[in-house]
């Protein structure tokens, strides 16, 4: 499986964004996805994920009622809205995928592959 995050982009305080996770290979639909993002000397953190069949999902606490992950297993794509951005949502952002017919974790070594990450910015 391959992943290519794309969507990045620098938006004033409060904007959107929206990021896409485009993968290649035959388990997409059945491989529970994640973001995650790493913000300049601070450890990697979960975001958000969504199960195989988008029927679970879960947020960080930070950003529960601003982002929303969304899944369409007939484009292998899985989404990440960012609305009413912070400048502390700067950061780089990454899917990843964990091995198929898991569930979602906020673990990131129990992630299988990662995507090689979008910049996010938000201006004050």
């Known amino acids: 499986v391959q992943l290519q995050a794309s969507g990045g982009g620098l938006v004033q305080a409060g904007g959107s964004l929206r990021l896409s996770c485009e993968a290649t290979?035959?388990?997409?639909?059945?491989?529970?996805m994640g973001w995650f993002r790493q913000a300049p000397g601070k450890e990697r953190e979960f975001v958000a994920g969504?199960?195989?069949?988008?029927?679970?999902?879960s947020y960080t606490d930070s950003v529960k009622g601003r982002f929303t992950i969304s899944r369409d297993n007939a484009k292998n794509t899985v989404y990440l809205q960012l609305n009413s951005l912070k400048p502390e949502d700067t950061a780089v952002y990454y899917c990843?995928?964990?091995?198929?017919?898991?569930?979602?974790?906020?673990?990131?070594?129990?992630?299988?592959?990662w995507g090689q990450g979008t910049q996010v910015t938000v201006s004050s």
């Open positions: 969504i199960r195989w069949d988008g029927n679970i999902i």
């Open positions: 990843a995928a964990r091995p198929p017919l898991l569930g979602i974790s906020t673990v990131l070594n129990e992630y299988a592959y």
């Open positions: 290979g035959r388990t997409f639909s059945i491989s529970s």
